[in-house]
């Protein structure tokens, strides 16, 4: 399992929203609190962000631990986004090690992460990656459970689902081979989706922003539990939820 958060909002400083909060990202690599699979997240952390003007996001990831790496610490501390996508990993049995690993990942303007499991893996998923072109299975960025999901949910998106009917048809779908815990975070820049299925999820909204996570990074007010089986839609104006058996 992982931990992980996407924001919109207001410029802040990468640190504001991962190292600063008193129980956030960052302290979650190593003491989180509300996670029901596995205990620490050491398996490598990746973060995301977009620069005004430019629709394709950066990205910064690493095969370790989020505290062992001075040079996040400097990146945190100077880079600032109204738009931000980051987690920490742990990582699944069988799955890949390694920085390409680490979510989130990447395509066009898209970011994507995944908390969860799909058990069976490798062995009893061939039906879901027989559903990918065989150009995309062959270009897998990693030979994990979370690839596997991401190009499913890539492939619609390019398909062109929009990002919450991309994030609920994928897991429907995976949910048809395997018992698997799906929260799924994605956006664009400019909105995001996510979803709850199997694990926590939580938001929170301010003026003009919204900070969704695996769970809150303090004990300020203003949180909120996304039920299980949900779909969440946001900007930085406002966020939906809908069940996700109703979303067709």
């Known amino acids: 399992?992982?931990?992980?958060?996407?924001?919109?909002?207001?410029?802040?400083?990468?640190?504001?929203?991962?190292?600063?909060?008193?129980?956030?990202?960052?302290?979650?690599?190593?003491?989180?609190?509300?996670?029901?699979?596995?205990?620490?997240?050491?398996?490598?952390?990746?973060?995301?962000?977009?620069?005004?003007?430019?629709?394709?996001?950066?990205?910064?990831?690493?095969?370790?631990?989020?505290?062992a790496d001075e040079g996040f610490a400097d990146l945190a501390r100077v880079v600032r986004s109204g738009?931000?996508?980051?987690?920490?990993?742990?990582?699944?049995?069988?799955?890949?090690?390694?920085?390409?690993?680490?979510?989130?990942?990447?395509?066009?303007?898209?970011?994507?992460?995944?908390?969860?499991?799909?058990?069976?893996?490798?062995?009893?998923?061939?039906?879901?990656?027989?559903?990918?072109?065989?150009?995309?299975?062959?270009?897998l960025t990693a030979r994990t459970d979370s690839a596997l999901v991401w190009a499913l949910a890539?492939?619609?998106l390019r398909a062109g689902a929009e990002l919450g009917e991309a994030l609920a048809d994928t897991v429907r779908e995976v949910a048809k081979h395997t018992d698997a815990r799906l929260n799924l975070l994605l956006t664009d820049g400019s909105s995001l989706a996510a979803t709850a299925w199997g694990d926590d999820l939580h938001h929170r909204s301010g003026p003009g922003s919204v900070l969704v996570a695996s769970e809150p990074g303090d004990d300020a007010p203003g949180w909120r539990r996304v039920p299980d089986r949900s779909l969440l839609l946001a900007t930085s104006e406002g966020v939906t939820v809908l069940p996700l058996d109703r979303t067709n």
């Open 83 to 139: 738009a931000v996508l980051a987690a920490v990993r742990s990582a699944t049995h069988g799955c890949a090690a390694g920085e390409q690993a680490a979510a989130p990942f990447a395509a066009g303007p898209w970011l994507f992460a995944h908390n969860g499991v799909l058990p069976g893996w490798p062995e009893r998923l061939g039906g879901l990656a027989a559903q990918l072109p065989p150009a995309e299975l062959l270009s």
């Open 154 to 156: 890539l492939n619609r």
């Open 1 to 67: 399992m992982c931990r992980q958060l996407a924001y919109l909002g207001p410029p802040m400083a990468l640190r504001e929203l991962v190292v600063d909060p008193p129980s956030g990202l960052y302290r979650q690599s190593w003491a989180p609190r509300l996670q029901q699979h596995g205990t620490m997240n050491v398996d490598g952390f990746g973060i995301g962000w977009y620069a005004e003007g430019d629709p394709v996001p950066a990205r910064y990831r690493r095969a370790g631990p989020v505290w």
